[in-house]
């Protein structure tokens, strides 16, 4: 089979994830081959044990480059809005990822796999996307508002990312279910966090 001919390895790596992207929207994760993911992103099957080893770390690759790009998206959202607070960053981040996310095709199709393959690396084995979210938040925080004790950004910052992601993971309905009111929550739950941290204000 002929290999794709990219700048370089990331090239490759993106065919292959795009083509997984495709597999697990479309719903035949649990019944796709590594052979017939390779062949869509028109590699061998070598090359995509080589740059995975695994279905498994091909899913968790895949689950990572999802995430990372609501982080991106988070992070130019804040740019745009330019929030004074920290509760504010939290309402605004917290709001437009819960919006995006009930549009996203691949997390509408892990949260109704009835497999179950794919939700654990959102739950059981979603460390590595907290950390990332929890690692952004942090960056973010400390770079807006320095004044604020380390410790408590930590904290503040763990706790958003993990509320997040459950939130995503078993969306809420009616009124106390919607985007601006679990924005407004958390935003609530930070402001008191950072309390020490009130010279911000």
């Given at each position: 089979?002929?290999?794709?001919?990219?700048?370089?390895?990331?090239?490759?790596?993106?065919a292959l994830l795009d083509a997984a992207y495709d597999v697990v929207v479309a719903g035949g994760w649990q019944t796709a081959r590594m052979v017939d993911v390779a062949a869509a992103a028109g590699v061998s099957r070598q090359t995509?044990?080589?740059?995975?080893?695994?279905?498994?770390?091909?899913?968790?690759a895949l689950a990572m480059r999802e995430a990372q790009r609501f982080i991106d998206g988070t992070n130019r959202f804040l740019e745009d809005v330019n929030p004074t607070r920290p509760g504010d960053a939290v309402a605004a981040a917290?709001?437009?990822?819960?919006?995006?996310?009930?549009?996203?095709?691949l997390?509408?199709?892990?949260?109704?796999d009835d497999t179950s393959e794919l939700l654990p690396f959102l739950t059981t084995r979603?460390?590595?996307?907290?950390?990332?979210a929890r690692?952004?938040?942090?960056t973010y925080w400390r770079a807006q508002w320095p004044e604020i004790d380390p410790?408590?950004?930590?904290?503040?910052a763990e706790t958003v990312a993990r509320l997040t992601v459950s939130y995503l993971v078993?969306?809420?309905?009616g009124p106390d279910g919607s985007a601006e009111a679990i924005a407004a929550r958390l935003s609530l739950l930070v402001e008191r966090l950072l309390m020490k941290g009130a010279s911000y204000q």
């Amino acid at each position: 089979m002929a290999e794709i001919r990219g700048s370089d390895s990331r090239s490759t790596r993106d065919a292959l994830l795009d083509a997984a992207y495709d597999v697990v929207v479309a719903g035949g994760w649990q019944t796709a081959r590594m052979v017939d993911v390779a062949a869509a992103a028109g590699v061998s099957r070598q090359t995509l044990y080589n740059e995975f080893g695994s279905k498994d770390a091909l899913a968790q690759a895949l689950a990572m480059r999802e995430a990372q790009r609501f982080i991106d998206g988070t992070n130019r959202f804040l740019e745009d809005v330019n929030p004074t607070r920290p509760g504010d960053a939290v309402a605004a981040a917290t709001e437009w990822t819960i919006r995006e996310a009930s549009d996203n095709p691949l997390l509408k199709a892990v949260l109704t796999d009835d497999t179950s393959e794919l939700l654990p690396f959102l739950t059981t084995r979603g460390d590595a996307i907290i950390a990332a979210a929890r690692q952004n938040i942090e960056t973010y925080w400390r770079a807006q508002w320095p004044e604020i004790d380390p410790a408590d950004v930590a904290l503040a910052a763990e706790t958003v990312a993990r509320l997040t992601v459950s939130y995503l993971v078993l969306p809420s309905d009616g009124p106390d279910g919607s985007a601006e009111a679990i924005a407004a929550r958390l935003s609530l739950l930070v402001e008191r966090l950072l309390m020490k941290g009130a010279s911000y204000q």
